[in-house]
């Protein structure tokens, strides 16, 4: 079968954030299925393609509302206005209508597209309708636009993201409804675009990486370099929800003496009191500090959607305490994490894990097995959803329309 996986941002090499991983678990398991994958995205700048696999790239873009400056965030939020699309949308209007639907053509005959999260595919409605597709959402991103907004501290920027929000919601609707299926990374999320959808939407259990995870090397009985590790990309909100809550509400309770590290991208570092916490900015191995901490706390508070670094953390095998928010769209939960939503309990845990940790009780398992167990059911959605997708004759396409160069963006 060969299908045309549609992405924002396509899989590279080495995958870092969220977004990546699953890209790259979609692409995997695909291909680990015998399919031909071929990919229509745009490149974020400084990295590398996902090797052997046939990509047409769009050029390279910057999606990240950290790494630009004011004035790229002013075009973005014109570009939406202009072309009455979300600004995430609005991001992808960097090439043309024409442009996408010739690399379909000459595609053609497929199977059908894979349409990986909302932002290229809303932004281009009009060219990809004619086709079937999966649609693939990572998350319910209106949702979580509208979750944002109820929490946005002023009046523009809570009705930025209303707006936002608004587009989402409709562009969320037209995917799914019009996908032959949807592939969800929670069971949450399935029922996230109405009861209908739901009948054809089904969970993607998710990896961080298709061969089995291995911690860096090093002594295993090395003590760790800190008590607490925390790990993100705390500029994107849902993850700067949990931060806050964590450093507001949980750390209190901790005592003076535990040693928290704080990894990642963080616009603005907050203040703390408490004298263990250590803000380390960008780490350049991300499993290496993972597996250097004695426990992982797992805070998310917010979105929707799986949590990779829970994944990833369950993968390592290390020892955790998770919210219940962290925990969306893992049936199976390791025996070493435990779970609490109340400040003071989620506390307690991690003075109970951490206290064991420092007797010379590491608490870790072999995540190898969990490893497999995703991967297994991975492929078995997959599968079972493939097996029903419409022949390649139906993906030809429509006439080339005589003209595509006007953007319509949210105009579908």
């Known amino acids: 079968m060969h299908l045309v996986l549609v992405s924002s941002l396509v899989p590279v090499a080495n995958p870092a954030s969220g977004f990546d991983i699953a890209n790259r678990a979609v692409l995997d398991g695909l291909r680990a299925l015998g399919h031909r994958v ?45 072309n009455r699309t979300s600004v995430s949308s609005g991001k992808m209007l960097t090439v043309s209508a024409n442009r996408i639907q010739s690399i ?27 086709y079937p597709s999966i649609y693939v959402a990572h998350n319910v991103e209106a949702d979580s636009a509208f979750e944002n907004a109820e929490r946005a501290k002023g009046t523009i920027e809570r009705f930025l993201f209303r707006r936002e929000a608004q587009y989402l919601e409709h562009y969320e609707q037209h995917l799914a409804h019009n996908a032959v299926a949807v592939w969800t990374f929670a069971e949450a999320d399935r029922f996230g675009f109405g009861r209908a959808v739901s009948e054809r939407a089904f969970v ?22 800190h008590d607490l590790g925390l790990i993100g990309t705390w500029s994107w909100r849902p993850n700067r929800l949990g931060l806050d809550w964590f450093l507001t509400e949980v750390v209190p309770h901790l005592p003076e003496d535990m ?28 499993r290496a500090f993972i597996t250097e901490s004695a426990v992982i706390p797992l805070i998310s508070r ?63 398992l072999d ?41 319509e963006g949210g105009r579908s």
């Open 38 to 82: 071929t990919v229509i995205g745009f490149l974020q700048p400084g990295r590398t393609p996902a090797h052997d696999c046939e990509m047409h790239l769009l050029g390279e873009l910057e999606v990240t509302n950290a790494r630009v400056g004011t004035l790229q965030k002013l075009r973005w939020l014109a570009t939406a206005f202009l």
């Open 104 to 130: 379909l053509y000459s595609l053609a005959p497929f199977d059908g597209l894979v349409l990986n999260s909302v932002q290229l595919p809303a932004a281009f409605a009009q060219v990809f309708r004619p």
């Open 204 to 225: 993607l259990p998710l990896v961080t990486g298709w061969g089995t995870p291995m911690a860096p090397a090093g002594e295993p009985d090395q003590h760790p370099g």
């Open 259 to 286: 040693s928290i590290a704080i990894a990642g991208q963080l616009d603005g570092v907050p203040s703390v009191s408490h004298p263990g916490v250590r803000f380390v900015g960008r780490v350049p191995e991300a």
């Open 302 to 364: 917010g979105g929707t959607g799986v949590q990779l670094k829970s994944l990833e953390t369950f993968e390592l095998g290390m020892p955790c305490v998770a919210t219940q928010a962290s925990l969306r769209g893992i049936d199976a939960v390791p025996d070493n994490c435990s779970a609490a939503d109340d400040p003071s309990e989620f506390a307690r845990l991690l003075v109970d894990k951490v206290a064991r940790a420092r007797a010379g009780d590491r608490q870790r």
């Open 367 to 407: 995540g190898s097995a969990f490893h497999r167990a995703q991967k297994v059911r991975l492929m078995r959605v997959m599968r079972n959803v493939l097996v029903g997708f419409a022949p390649a004759s139906a993906a030809e396409g429509p006439s080339p329309p005589p003209d595509l160069t006007v953007h």
